[in-house]
Each structure stands twice: as structure tokens, then as C-alpha cells.
């Protein structure tokens, strides 16, 4: 167990729909990272919040948003979902979100759109 | 760029069997991290190793054993003796050594032990 939950486990939902993820990072980090792994992308960095701000983007979709909360559980929204947006979304966290950290994941959250 | 090559998808061996995943990188910067994940049948993505490009020292760590080679920019991993529970996919990943802390995966290689 990393200390890092995530929920819902699992979801399912319809094209156009939104949905929102929730993660709460283990005890005592300030950083938050998202990312997807499908089956043709693989595993993809989507973004990262320290300590309530947004630090960095990669290759995240301009219908999905983040949040990062003072209490440092994070929110990732996806909406006008599409059936390609299917995938497992995992969310990791980090003591500092330096490059020397190492970051722990969460669980998952298995998204299907159908 | 950053790229992590896992060339091989999937590797099938017998219980008590020694395996090697190999993992081949590309990076133009001189400091990086090298890290190896697993994935098992579950789904949860487990840290097993993180690994600074300054230490080529080997690492074991029971059955567990981790190659880098900095000359031929690899950081190979050996599972000594597989057991059934080792079955899992197993990710590569290398994030640079300053700015933001972005992982980049390999395709990640599947190890299935069979009994």
C-alpha cells in the first residue's frame, strides 16, 4: 500500500458525459502528478500540482482540468468524454515534487466510456 | 528527448527461473533518474527501484538485481529464481535530473511465471 488512495475504483459512463477523479496524496506530500495509461498510448504524464499550484503539463487534454485543494487532495475532471478517453488513470504523489523525489502511485481509477 | 525502449513485450519462463528485463534509454542530459515500476494482475503501479545517473554501482536487493550501464545507456533488471507472484508488467521510467519531476515510461514488458 503506497498511501495513496484513489476513488472511485472503478467508473463508467457515456460519450459526452464529465466525471471527476479524486485522489488524497500520502501523508506529508505537497505534490500531486495524473497520469493515463491506455493500451495505444501506454503510460502518460498529464500534470503536476505542488501544494495547491499547478507546476507542470504534459500531454493533457484541453477538456480535462485539474485542482489541487488546501487540504491537498486533488481532482481531475474530464468532460465531453469520448470513447477513446477510456483508460486507467492513475494519480501519484511526492514529497517536494523535485527531481530527486520519488513518486508514489495510487490505485487507479478505471475509466470506461461507453 | 527523453525515450525508454522495452523491447520485449512479453517473456514467458518456468517457477525458479532467472529472468532479465532489459530497458535501453535516450537523454541529453548529463543527470537523470532511472526508476523501475511494477504493474500486477491488480493493476497498482509499485516503486521497486530509483536509481541517480552518477551511482553505476550495482543493486540487489534479495531477488532482485538491477544492472546500469551507462556506456551502453541501459538499466537492466534481474528477478533471480522467479516465483508465480513476480508475474506482473514491469515498467521502465526516467525522469531528467532538473525542472519538473515528468516520468517517461517504457512500453513496459509482461512476465508471466508459470508454475
Known amino acids: 500500500d503506497s498511501g495513496v488512495t484513489q476513488t472511485p475504483k472503478h467508473l463508467i459512463t457515456a460519450t459526452g458525459q464529465r466525471v471527476t477523479l479524486r485522489c488524497s496524496p500520502r501523508?506529508?506530500?505537497?505534490?500531486v502528478y495524473w497520469y493515463q495509461q491506455s493500451l495505444d498510448q501506454g503510460l502518460q504524464f498529464l500534470i503536476q500540482y505542488y501544494n495547491g499550484e499547478e507546476r507542470a503539463k504534459g500531454n493533457i487534454l484541453e477538456r480535462f482540468s485539474a485542482q489541487q485543494f488546501p487540504d491537498l487532495h486533488s481532482e481531475l475532471n474530464l468532460s465531453s468524454l469520448e470513447l477513446g478517453d477510456s483508460a486507467l488513470y492513475f494519480c501519484?504523489?511526492?514529497?517536494?515534487?523535485?527531481?530527486?523525489?520519488?513518486?508514489?502511485f495510487g490505485p487507479g481509477t478505471r475509466l470506461t466510456v461507453l | 528527448a527523453q525515450k525508454v525502449t522495452q523491447a520485449q513485450t512479453e517473456i514467458s519462463v518456468v517457477e525458479k527461473e532467472d529472468v532479465t528485463l532489459d530497458c535501453v534509454y535516450e537523454t541529453r542530459d548529463t543527470t537523470y533518474y532511472l526508476f523501475w515500476y511494477k504493474q500486477p494482475p491488480s493493476g497498482e503501479l509499485v516503486f521497486l527501484i530509483r536509481?541517480?545517473?552518477?551511482?553505476?554501482q550495482n543493486e540487489i536487493s534479495g531477488r532482485y538485481s538491477w544492472n546500469f550501464q551507462k556506456s551502453t545507456s541501459s538499466f537492466n533488471f534481474t528477478i533471480t529464481a522467479s516465483q508465480v507472484v513476480d508475474s506482473a508488467v514491469y515498467f521502465c521510467a526516467l525522469s531528467k535530473e532538473t525542472g519538473f519531476q515528468k516520468l517517461v515510461f517504457g512500453t513496459g514488458t509482461r512476465l508471466l511465471v508459470s508454475p
Open positions: 501523508s506529508g506530500d505537497l505534490s
Open positions: 536509481r541517480n545517473s552518477f551511482d553505476e
Open positions: 501519484a504523489s511526492s514529497p517536494h515534487g523535485e527531481t530527486t523525489d520519488t513518486q508514489y
